[in-house]
Each structure stands twice: as C-alpha cells, then as structure tokens.
C-alpha cells in the first residue's frame, strides 16, 4: 500500500476507471455497426461479426495472464504501455481498407484492450489503502456498467454523423489522456518478479479459454452435439493441465492459492452464481419484450436504458451503506431487491403492462447494483494486495466465460421451448417466449436465493468491518 493524500486518491480513481471504460467500451463497439460494415466492406455478416467474437476471444484467452504479467512486468507499465498500444491500434485501425486486416486489428485490441479492466480492479486493491478499496469497487464497477451501455448509444450517434472510422478514431483523445495520467499519477511499481515467462502455462490457459469462449459462443448453432461436446472436454483438458501442472508452483500465469482463502472462494463461487442468474435473464429481456410483448427494437433500447442507468447510480449508494450494514446484511437486502423486482416477470404475459415491467427492471437494478458491488469487493478484499492481480484475473475470466456459456444455455432453452409448444403464430410465439420468461427467471431467483446462507456464513458483518 502507498501513502496518499485525498486528492493523489481521486486522481488514481479517476485514472483507473477511465482505463477500464476504455477497455469496455471497445468491446461492444461494433456491435451496432455490423449492417454498416457489412455494406462498406461487401462482405457478408459471418465474416464481419468478427469484429466483436474476435475481440471477445481475444480478451478471454489473454485475461487469465493480467495478474501474472502485472508482477511480472509492473502494473503500471503494462497498464501505461496497453493504453499506448490501444492508441496505435485505434490510428491502424481507421486506416484499414479491408475487412480482413480490421478483423486482424480487433483480435489485437482485444489480446491488450482486454487487459485493461482486470488490471485496473487489482491495482485499485494493490494501491488504496483498505478504507477507500470499497469506493474504488464503486468507481470499477461504474465503468464497467457504463462500459456496457455506452457503446450502443455512442456508435449509433457516430455513424449518424460521421464515418465508421471514428468507431476507433473517438479513442485518442481519452487513451492519451489515461496515458498521461498514468505515467504522472500512479506509484511506481516494486521492483516486478525476475522470473522466466511461464510460456508454458500460459500455453495452456489460453488454449482452453479460446476452446471453450469458442464452444459455448456456438452453442445456439451447434446445440448439445458430439462436436459441442469434443470441444468442452478439450478446453476443460487444456485448463485440467494447467491446474496439475501449477499445483506446487507460487510462478504460473494464474496463482490458484488464492483459494486457500476461505472467503475467497465462497465469494467467488457467490460471483459465479451470480453472474449465471444474471446475465441469462439481461439476454432474455429484448427478446421477451420485442417477440413476447411487441415492443419495437428502438422502444427496447429506450426500455433498457433507465434500469441500466439505475444500476449503475448504486453502487455509490451500495459503497455508502458498505460498512453501515456489513457485507451479509447488504447482500441479503440486495437479494430480495432484485427478487421482489422480478415477480411481474414470474407472471408476465402477452398483454402485460409495459409500464409495470419498466418499473421492475428498475427494481431489479436497484439490487444488481449493491450487489455487484459486494460480490467484487468481498472477493477482492479478501486476499493479500500482492495477489490480487490473479484473484482480479480470476474474477474477470470466470465472468467472461459464464457469460457466453449462459447466452448459449439460455437461447437453446428458448428454442426448445418454442419447439416444444408448437408455436408457429405471432400469438403463440408470444405466449412461447413469455412462459419462457416465467421458468428462467424463477430459476435465478432460486440461484440468487441459494447464495444468501453462503453469504451470511462467509461474508463480514459491520462489527469484522469495523475492526478490520
């Protein structure tokens, strides 16, 4: 930990958290912009989509190995030095003049792009002394938040004003100003591990992360086939591997010690549990709105928005009551938030009102956001700073890689569903998706209810808070 004042504090918040917004944004940058793409270019869309998988399994193989080159480069080189390279990809990139050399770009921005929120997470808990760590998980996870909903209104404004080249361009002026930021406001780093690459390990993690990212992002075409199969056990076996062969050893990419710490590991696997609650219910909601309930694609987005924007205002409230209400009791509370704001989609229907669902998405929101920020801060805060690089690369990587297991999980669900009932009308298609609606989300409200004995037995209350 280092000596700071108040205002060195808010300068390395500030310069950690637009660090992790630029790192987020890039990732669903292109999303909206694949029909554009796909004329400017002449290619078709299995090839231009790409543009987002590739930075996705990019990011995913190289997240595992943040803590492990943290300690073994400096966090904050590597941290100063992705940003630079973010810079000279955003400058290449708007240069591209096929498709195939930006594809290439993108895979780029993700192996270093990707680094930049996990980094940024075990810096915050390697630099801030315990008493500002639940603030800078605030400030984290209002990054990643607006990370996630930023890109589809920004890159739907850029193309309607300007070419697609600024999708990249509008990088530079922030990777220059979080560079600069860097280099003048963070510590210097200890002298970093003089250890060889473990070339090997990283081998091994990267190989089965791209495997299974690969496997479970085509799970909606390749449903639960021999090929689908083949791939897990080939990635679960490259990553099996690495597990045997790091065992013993304190030098790997990942540093699976930290689950010798109790807390750790429960709120880890309360993180896991969370994020299969969660993000299989946030991909069912535009599809129940738009086939279940009619809504249009451009009504959808302006349904979506405030409860995005609710979830991320508390986490500052979520960081305020931190320590007035221990971590068990906040994540109790946080729990019955969001299941009492899921009880309209329990019964939701064809002819529901989208006045009420609009307002328990903002409910559920309310919950996602304190809890959010339990689930990090309790993970992150519950091992030595000098770990917290993998506890953070962990983290990271078991979101990324139950998100895309759960979007494959739940459109195969929905499928099966609609396969099932015979529907094959606009009104049955309807009725099919909203009686889908009622089982996934009844089964996240039993995961999130699963994890409160987990977390009244492993989580601090206000006393151990305040005597930490």
């Given at each position: ?79 100063t030095g992705i940003l630079v390279c973010v810079l000279g990809l955003s400058l290449l990139g708007s240069l591209a003049w096929r498709i195939e050399l930006l594809i290439v770009i993108r895979f780029l921005f993700g192996l270093t ?44 404004v850029i193309l309607s004003v300007a070419d697609w080249r600024f999708l990249l361009l509008f990088n530079v002026p922030f990777t220059i100003l979080a560079a600069l930021l860097s280099i003048y406001v963070l510590p210097k780093d ?279």
């Open positions: 930990m280092f000596s700071l004042d108040s205002k060195k504090t808010n300068l390395i918040l500030l310069t950690l958290g637009l660090g992790t917004l630029i790192g987020c944004l890039n990732m669903m940058m292109f999303n909206v912009a694949l029909p554009t793409m796909v004329t400017v270019f002449n290619a078709p869309l299995s090839t231009v989509q790409w543009l987002t998988s590739g930075y996705m399994l990019a990011a995913g193989m190289i997240i595992p190995a943040a803590g492990y080159l943290g300690d073994r480069f400096g966090y904050k080189r590597m941290f792009g990707g680094l930049l929120s996990p980094l940024a997470l075990a810096m915050f808990y390697r630099i801030l002394p315990a008493g500002q760590q639940t603030k800078a998980a605030s400030i984290w996870g209002m990054a990643t938040m607006i990370g996630a909903i930023l890109p589809t209104v920004l890159s739907g200890s002298t970093p591990a003089n250890t060889k690459l473990d070339f090997a390990g990283m081998f091994l993690t990267s190989a089965g992360s791209f495997i299974l990212l690969y496997a479970f992002s085509n799970l909606s075409s390749w449903g639960f086939s021999a090929k689908l199969l083949l791939s897990i056990i080939a990635g679960i076996g490259f990553l099996v591997v690495y597990c045997i062969r790091s065992l013993h050893r304190s030098d790997t990419v990942l540093n699976l010690k930290v689950f010798q710490y109790r807390r750790y590991s429960a709120a880890f696997l309360v993180g896991g549990m969370n994020t299969i609650a969660v993000c299989t219910v946030a991909f069912l909601m535009p599809l129940l709105l738009q086939s279940g309930l009619g809504v249009s694609p451009l009504m959808t987005g302006l349904v979506m928005l405030p409860c995005s924007i609710v979830s991320t205002l508390m986490l500052p409230v979520a960081s305020s009551l931190y320590a007035k209400t221990g971590e068990k009791m906040l994540a109790v509370i946080s729990i019955a938030i969001i299941v009492f704001g899921s009880i309209p989609f329990l019964i939701v229907t064809p002819s529901f009102a989208l006045s009420l669902l609009i307002v328990a998405l903002c409910v559920r929101a309310c919950g996602l956001g304190m809890f959010n920020l339990v689930a990090t801060n309790s993970q992150m805060s519950a091992i030595p700073s000098e770990l917290s690089g993998h506890a953070s690369s962990l983290m990271n990587w078991c979101q990324q890689m139950l998100n895309a297991l759960m979007v494959g999980v739940a459109s195969n669900i929905i499928d099966m569903r609609i396969d099932s009932t015979g529907a094959n009308t606009v009104e049955t298609i309807a009725l099919a998706y909203t009686s889908t609606a009622n089982l996934i989300v009844l089964m996240s409200c039993v995961l999130l209810l699963a994890i409160i004995p987990i977390a009244l037995k492993f989580f601090r209350g206000k006393e151990e808070l305040r005597n930490k």
